[in-house]
């Protein structure tokens, strides 16, 4: 992703001491589909946001990325998206057949003067759509009879490591409020690495089964260091990319928290973030191809995002235990992750994930 929406992500998780998940991938696709149907500053907002220049662009865009997620080799990856809209409209023929070509996705009608009514069919679509694992993106007070429409997004991860943490253990992990005893896990492997000096930062990448999807963790060497890493990328996102070129297959004593995350977002905070204001204003949306018989704007835009990181994994391969012998790998020696980080899933290069982590939780 090289619009802006990408670099907002940054902006996005630096809530201070806040424990933090959201999908730059999946709240990027409700834009695409908006800019099916948009035109004037709206179009050119949402294009931007995207990173492409053309409306004739987005199928070719969006296609092959939606296509290259749907079987991730080791991995469980729901994506949910859906355009409510008034049920007193008519969705343009040509935006739904675009929409649901390009996204496999439509845009429905809903009952928007019966907000606890609304409410609980968007709650049970989003569950049935992520394995029963998010529940309650909205609530009745999120919606009016005066709502217009609303983008709802949901997102659900869990993976399988390449290589299994066989170990867990209790071990003291440093949050803001103090020194918390926590489940680590450990393992001893070749992993890509790097000690990052430009961010004073310890990088490594732990590779999913499949190898095309991998669990990111940037651990400032400093252990308060945190915030002064999220202001450096949020001026200089190109410096994350710098540090994932320079990662090189290293011999790691790693250890890193168990935890469970779970975050709800207003996207129309990150979407203002990133420039597209158009949107939402209720007098001139520029969402002018969406509906036959008049134009609607975005009322409300919403994320729930659900992460497990756990030991299970598949079985190491037999040929593991000798290759880490091989002299020619460097030795990081023990990487102890103890302290907030900040990580990132990649699927298919693709950031699917952004996040912080100050307390492990795991309920």
């Not at 928007?112 to 993106?137: C, D, K, L, R």
């Not at 297959?249 to 129309?268: A, R, Y």
């Not at 756990?310 to 037999?318: D, L, N, P, V």
Request: aromatic share 10%; proline share 4%; glycine share 6%.
């Amino acid at each position: 992703m090289k619009g802006k929406l990408s670099k907002t992500f940054f902006l996005a998780i630096t809530q201070p001491r806040q424990n933090k998940v959201c999908s730059p991938l999946s709240a990027l696709l409700p834009l695409g589909k908006l800019a099916l149907g948009a035109d004037g500053k709206s179009l050119e907002e949402l294009l931007a946001a995207i990173g492409i220049s053309k409306k004739s662009q987005i199928q070719d865009h969006f296609k092959p990325l939606i296509q290259g997620l749907q079987y991730l080799p080791g991995v469980r990856l729901d994506i949910a998206n859906r355009l409510y809209v008034a049920q007193n409209v008519h969705i343009d023929r040509n935006f739904a057949s675009q929409s649901k070509e390009i996204f496999d996705a439509s845009a429905v009608k809903l009952e928007f003067q019966y907000p606890t009514y609304a409410a609980e069919e968007i709650n049970s679509w989003v569950s049935s759509q992520t394995n029963y694992m998010i529940h309650g993106i909205v609530s009745a007070s999120d919606i009016t009879p005066s709502t217009s429409m609303l983008l709802i997004n949901a997102v659900y991860f869990n993976g399988r490591w390449k290589e299994a943490f066989k170990k867990v253990e209790n071990r003291i992990f440093h949050t803001p409020m103090g020194r918390q005893m926590v489940p680590m896990m450990r393992r001893k492997g070749i992993y890509n690495y790097t000690n990052f000096k430009a961010l004073n930062a310890k990088i490594i990448e732990i590779p999913y089964v499949g190898e095309k999807a991998s669990f990111i963790i940037v651990k400032p060497n400093a252990r308060e260091g945190l915030a002064v890493l999220l202001n450096q990328l949020k001026l200089a996102p190109e410096l994350l990319d710098t540090a994932i070129a320079k990662m090189t297959e290293t011999i790691v004593d790693l250890i890193i928290p168990k935890f469970k995350l779970e975050t709800t977002s207003n996207l129309k905070d990150l979407y203002e973030q990133a420039e597209v204001k158009q949107i939402f204003n209720q007098t001139d949306s520029g969402l002018t191809g969406i509906t036959q018989d008049g134009v609607l704007y975005v009322s409300s835009a919403k994320q729930k995002a659900f992460l497990e990181i756990h030991q299970h994994g598949a079985e190491a391969a037999a040929s593991s235990a000798v290759a880490i012998t091989k002299l020619s790998y460097q030795s990081a020696g023990v990487v102890d992750v103890d302290r907030p980080f900040l990580f990132f899933i990649l699927a298919n290069s693709h950031q699917l994930f952004s996040g912080t982590l100050y307390y492990p939780l795991l309920t």
